[in-house]
Protein backbone atom coordinates (compact mmCIF):
# COMPACT_ATOMS: atom_id res chain seq x y z
CA UNK A 1 0.00 0.00 0.00
CA UNK A 2 1.33 3.68 -1.12
CA UNK A 3 1.47 6.22 1.70
CA UNK A 4 1.56 9.86 1.98
CA UNK A 5 5.53 11.21 1.86
CA UNK A 6 6.16 12.51 5.33
CA UNK A 7 8.97 13.21 7.68
CA UNK A 8 9.79 12.39 11.05
CA UNK A 9 8.17 14.64 13.50
CA UNK A 10 11.08 14.79 16.21
CA UNK A 11 9.45 17.12 18.52
CA UNK A 12 5.94 14.84 18.74
CA UNK A 13 8.72 11.84 19.40
CA UNK A 14 10.03 13.61 22.41
CA UNK A 15 5.98 14.85 23.96
CA UNK A 16 4.99 10.62 23.57
CA UNK A 17 7.86 9.70 25.48
CA UNK A 18 6.65 12.50 27.85
CA UNK A 19 3.46 11.46 28.09
CA UNK A 20 3.99 8.18 28.61
CA UNK A 21 6.21 9.04 31.79
CA UNK A 22 3.58 11.42 33.28
CA UNK A 23 2.17 8.63 33.53
CA UNK A 24 3.76 5.58 35.26
CA UNK A 25 6.42 4.28 32.24
CA UNK A 26 10.17 4.57 33.27
CA UNK A 27 12.27 5.44 30.43
CA UNK A 28 14.88 2.93 29.51
CA UNK A 29 17.62 3.65 26.36
CA UNK A 30 17.88 -0.20 25.03
CA UNK A 31 20.55 -1.17 22.52
CA UNK A 32 20.33 -0.73 18.97
CA UNK A 33 21.43 -4.07 18.34
CA UNK A 34 21.01 -7.38 19.68
CA UNK A 35 22.22 -10.81 19.20
CA UNK A 36 20.58 -12.84 16.74
CA UNK A 37 18.16 -14.94 19.03
CA UNK A 38 16.61 -12.13 20.57
CA UNK A 39 16.05 -10.73 17.01
CA UNK A 40 14.53 -13.90 15.72
CA UNK A 41 12.61 -14.48 18.73
CA UNK A 42 10.10 -11.88 18.52
CA UNK A 43 10.01 -11.27 14.81
CA UNK A 44 7.02 -12.08 12.41
CA UNK A 45 7.25 -15.42 10.02
CA UNK A 46 8.30 -13.46 7.33
CA UNK A 47 11.18 -12.18 9.15
CA UNK A 48 13.99 -12.23 6.64
CA UNK A 49 12.43 -9.06 4.65
CA UNK A 50 11.13 -7.65 7.94
CA UNK A 51 15.00 -7.65 10.04
CA UNK A 52 17.66 -5.85 7.35
CA UNK A 53 19.69 -9.22 7.82
CA UNK A 54 21.82 -6.76 5.06
CA UNK A 55 23.08 -5.16 8.37
CA UNK A 56 23.64 -8.18 10.45
CA UNK A 57 26.65 -7.88 12.46
CA UNK A 58 29.35 -9.28 14.76
CA UNK A 59 27.60 -10.33 17.40
CA UNK A 60 23.88 -9.34 17.13
CA UNK A 61 21.77 -7.52 14.40
CA UNK A 62 20.24 -4.11 14.22
CA UNK A 63 17.10 -3.97 16.08
CA UNK A 64 13.81 -3.54 14.28
CA UNK A 65 11.91 -2.69 16.87
CA UNK A 66 12.51 -1.08 20.95
CA UNK A 67 10.46 -4.45 21.42
CA UNK A 68 13.95 -6.43 20.86
CA UNK A 69 15.90 -4.06 22.72
CA UNK A 70 13.82 -4.51 26.06
CA UNK A 71 14.30 -8.06 25.54
CA UNK A 72 17.89 -7.66 25.09
CA UNK A 73 18.10 -6.31 28.47
CA UNK A 74 15.38 -8.76 30.08
CA UNK A 75 17.73 -11.82 28.99
CA UNK A 76 20.79 -10.00 30.30
CA UNK A 77 19.22 -9.67 33.80
CA UNK A 78 19.07 -5.66 33.40
CA UNK A 79 15.41 -4.72 33.39
CA UNK A 80 12.99 -5.78 36.01
CA UNK A 81 9.22 -6.12 35.50
CA UNK A 82 7.14 -2.88 35.54
CA UNK A 83 6.10 -0.94 33.10
CA UNK A 84 8.58 0.81 30.32
CA UNK A 85 8.97 3.27 27.59
CA UNK A 86 11.94 3.63 24.76
CA UNK A 87 12.65 5.16 22.08
CA UNK A 88 14.49 3.67 19.24
CA UNK A 89 15.06 3.84 15.08
CA UNK A 90 13.59 0.48 13.68
CA UNK A 91 16.00 -1.12 11.11
CA UNK A 92 13.89 -3.13 8.50
CA UNK A 93 14.09 -3.21 4.53
CA UNK A 94 10.88 -1.70 3.93
CA UNK A 95 10.93 1.04 6.10
CA UNK A 96 13.86 3.81 5.21
CA UNK A 97 13.38 6.55 8.27
CA UNK A 98 11.76 5.21 10.99
CA UNK A 99 11.14 5.98 14.80
CA UNK A 100 9.42 4.54 17.48
CA UNK A 101 8.28 4.59 21.08
CA UNK A 102 7.66 1.67 22.37
CA UNK A 103 5.46 0.40 25.47
CA UNK A 104 6.23 -2.78 27.71
CA UNK A 105 5.32 -4.29 30.74
CA UNK A 106 6.77 -6.99 31.87
CA UNK A 107 5.44 -9.55 33.90
CA UNK A 108 8.39 -11.78 35.30
CA UNK A 109 11.77 -12.73 33.72
CA UNK A 110 13.73 -15.51 33.88
CA UNK A 111 11.20 -18.19 34.80
CA UNK A 112 11.71 -21.43 34.78
CA UNK A 113 8.19 -22.15 33.70
CA UNK A 114 5.69 -20.29 31.15
CA UNK A 115 3.44 -17.81 32.63
CA UNK A 116 0.04 -19.19 32.28
CA UNK A 117 -2.48 -17.31 30.07
CA UNK A 118 -4.80 -15.36 32.46
CA UNK A 119 -7.15 -12.84 31.52
CA UNK A 120 -3.98 -10.22 33.32
CA UNK A 121 -2.31 -10.81 30.29
CA UNK A 122 -4.83 -9.48 28.31
CA UNK A 123 -6.07 -6.90 30.54
CA UNK A 124 -2.70 -5.01 30.52
CA UNK A 125 -2.50 -5.00 26.73
CA UNK A 126 -5.43 -3.28 26.19
CA UNK A 127 -4.66 -0.74 29.05
CA UNK A 128 -1.52 0.07 27.09
CA UNK A 129 -3.41 0.20 23.83
CA UNK A 130 -6.27 2.72 25.55
CA UNK A 131 -3.15 4.56 26.76
CA UNK A 132 -1.82 5.04 23.49
CA UNK A 133 -5.08 6.26 22.18
CA UNK A 134 -5.03 8.83 24.65
CA UNK A 135 -1.62 10.06 23.53
CA UNK A 136 -2.97 9.69 19.81
CA UNK A 137 -6.10 12.17 20.01
CA UNK A 138 -4.25 14.43 22.25
CA UNK A 139 -2.50 14.97 18.98
CA UNK A 140 -5.17 15.02 17.04
CA UNK A 141 -5.78 11.74 15.19
CA UNK A 142 -8.75 10.02 15.25
CA UNK A 143 -8.82 6.47 15.30
CA UNK A 144 -10.26 2.73 15.86
CA UNK A 145 -9.21 -0.54 16.57
CA UNK A 146 -8.63 -3.66 14.53
CA UNK A 147 -8.55 -7.47 15.95
CA UNK A 148 -5.76 -9.33 14.67
CA UNK A 149 -4.19 -12.89 14.94
CA UNK A 150 -1.68 -11.77 17.90
CA UNK A 151 -3.36 -8.96 19.48
CA UNK A 152 -5.02 -6.00 18.49
CA UNK A 153 -3.68 -2.66 15.71
CA UNK A 154 -4.86 0.89 15.83
CA UNK A 155 -5.60 2.20 12.52
CA UNK A 156 -6.58 5.74 11.36
CA UNK A 157 -7.95 7.01 7.95
CA UNK A 158 -10.90 5.36 5.98
CA UNK A 159 -12.18 1.97 5.86
CA UNK A 160 -10.77 2.21 2.03
CA UNK A 161 -8.01 3.86 3.05
CA UNK A 162 -6.52 2.41 6.36
CA UNK A 163 -3.02 3.05 8.18
CA UNK A 164 -1.93 1.07 10.81
CA UNK A 165 -0.36 3.34 13.43
CA UNK A 166 0.06 0.82 15.92
CA UNK A 167 0.51 -2.97 17.27
CA UNK A 168 -0.59 -4.24 20.55
CA UNK A 169 0.11 -7.54 22.24
CA UNK A 170 1.69 -10.08 24.80
CA UNK A 171 4.57 -13.05 24.29
CA UNK A 172 5.58 -15.82 26.35
CA UNK A 173 9.43 -16.34 24.94
CA UNK A 174 11.76 -18.84 25.58
CA UNK A 175 15.79 -18.20 25.17
CA UNK A 176 19.17 -20.14 25.21
CA UNK A 177 18.98 -20.00 28.93
CA UNK A 178 15.84 -22.35 29.33
CA UNK A 179 13.73 -19.66 31.05
CA UNK A 180 10.85 -17.57 29.90
CA UNK A 181 10.06 -13.97 29.64
CA UNK A 182 6.91 -12.86 29.49
CA UNK A 183 5.39 -9.01 28.74
CA UNK A 184 2.76 -7.26 27.00
CA UNK A 185 3.85 -4.48 24.43
CA UNK A 186 2.53 -1.50 22.59
CA UNK A 187 3.43 0.92 19.96
CA UNK A 188 3.63 4.27 21.76
CA UNK A 189 3.95 6.07 18.80
CA UNK A 190 5.57 5.49 15.03
CA UNK A 191 6.87 8.21 12.80
CA UNK A 192 6.49 9.05 10.13
CA UNK A 193 3.52 6.62 9.99
CA UNK A 194 1.55 8.78 12.50
CA UNK A 195 2.43 12.00 10.76
CA UNK A 196 1.37 10.27 7.34
CA UNK A 197 -2.12 9.67 9.24
CA UNK A 198 -2.64 12.92 10.10
CA UNK A 199 -1.96 14.07 6.68
CA UNK A 200 -4.51 11.62 5.39
CA UNK A 201 -6.92 12.30 7.76
CA UNK A 202 -6.71 15.89 6.67
CA UNK A 203 -7.49 15.28 3.39
Known amino acids: ??????????RRLGLAVEFYKGHGFEYVEVPWMAP???VTAIS?????????SKFKLIGGQL???GEQGFLSLMHDGKL???????????????????????LIHIFATAMTEELPQSPLLGLTQRGLLSRAREFFGVAGLRTAILDTD???????????RPIEVGSYGWRSVKLDDDRFYTWAYG???AEPRFSQALARQAG
Open 1 to 10: MTVERATINW
Open 80 to 102: DPGRYVTCTPCYRDVFLEFMKVE
Open 150 to 160: IGQDVVAGTAD
Open 36 to 38: QQI
Open 187 to 189: TGL
Open 44 to 52: PAEAEPWTV
Open 63 to 65: IGS
